[in-house]
């Protein structure tokens, strides 16, 4: 297993780049299995994410392969099966977005349920409303979602849960109700700018998709898509990432690309903390700010505040002036890295769906452990500030999500380095 050990101290100043949007990328992977001709995908992030969800659609008979450093040519023609097993959903509860597409082109499927992650319960009941509604017959057997349909027939539903809308259930449907008779109507839909890319893609294909980043999708349903070539936007989640590596330990660092309008409410709070930002045509230069004013924090749904940023603000507010406060309504228990940054020297205080992080002056290294994606960059990140060496273990979080993330890192001048574990 591998580990990231970094140096804190360095002071970063250049520029970065994210990688294409992983959350963009799996649900637009899987809707090429609703075209019967092959596509072309740019701007792909090479992630273990991507070549799970490779591996996925590999066992349903679609063919995956990069053709570039970042393209993928995906041949949607050879499919056949409609089961997702266990063994690939449990390493990536994305897999269930193939679940629109089977139904919606082999009026069966069978897909594993994915269970819950290390930060809380994930449910999949808003999908299956969706799908039932279209006129799928679902049924839990076995651990798997099976679903048969004699034919999807457009409908008229609402998809928000309690605890707000779901990305991926109206992602499924979305996908699912494009090959569907008649039309669809999402109301409660997810607004995030994943499903306004997943719109742009299904109507290159040929669908009749409308309202995306809006609370209402309306989805004519077509009788076949097509093969077509299409751009992955930029990762604002990643943008977001190295900007407040930036305000931690920069002097001056750009992170260039077109996300800027996806992350405002980052950009706002950034502000709010006393970091300086100049907002650009294709970038976003953060001077640094390593001890920021105290802000609080609560995730929302798009567009507030993304949950997928928390852990990396935290990291960053280890070291405020003052006393903040970060809530996350979407996963109240999402916060097994605060464990972690105290062994930095933090002060955290641990609520019901929240978290005070009183400020100190400064963080010490220590021996870390990831414990899910977004957790590990805030490690990493709160490595950056700590004094001498902090390592990062159980790494392989990072993958599924950040691309060369030591590479981007040490461009700016952090000193990371990622080695294997004794
Ligand atoms: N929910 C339900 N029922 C469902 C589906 C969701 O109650 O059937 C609830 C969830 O429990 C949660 C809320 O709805 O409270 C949001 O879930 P959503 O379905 O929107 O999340 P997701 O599609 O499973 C995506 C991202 C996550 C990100 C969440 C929230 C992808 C592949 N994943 O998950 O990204 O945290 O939206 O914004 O797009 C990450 O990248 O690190 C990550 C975890």
Redesign the pocket.
Known sequence: MEKIIIVGGSVLRGKVRPSGS??SA??IMAASLLSTEPIILHHVPRLV?IETMAQVMDVLGAKVEWTGDHDLRIDPVGLSSYEAPYDLVRRM??S??VLGPLVARLKKAKVSLPGG?SF??????????GIEALGGKVSLEHGYIMVNADELVGAKMNLA???????????NVMMAASLAEGVTVINGA?Q?P?LVQLQEFINSMGGKVSGAGSDKLTVEGVSQLKGSEFEIMDDY?EAGTYLVAGAMAGEMVAVEGDFSANLKPVLASLEETGARLEVGEGKVTVHGNPRPTAVNITTA??PGF???MQAQMMAYLCRGRGSSVIRDT??PDRFNHAQELLRLGADIVREDGSAIINGVEELSGAYLMAS???ASAALILAGLVARGETHVRRIYHIDR?YERIEEKLGQLGAEIRRVEEE
């Open positions: 992983k959350n799996l649900p994410d509860r994305a269930i977005y992650c809380g319960p994930r449910p999949v009941d808003l999908h299956l409303k849960g309690a605890s707000g809308p779901s990305r991926g259930a109206s992602s997810a995030e994943e989640i749904p798009y993304p949950t997928d979407i996963y899910d994606l977004r999500g």
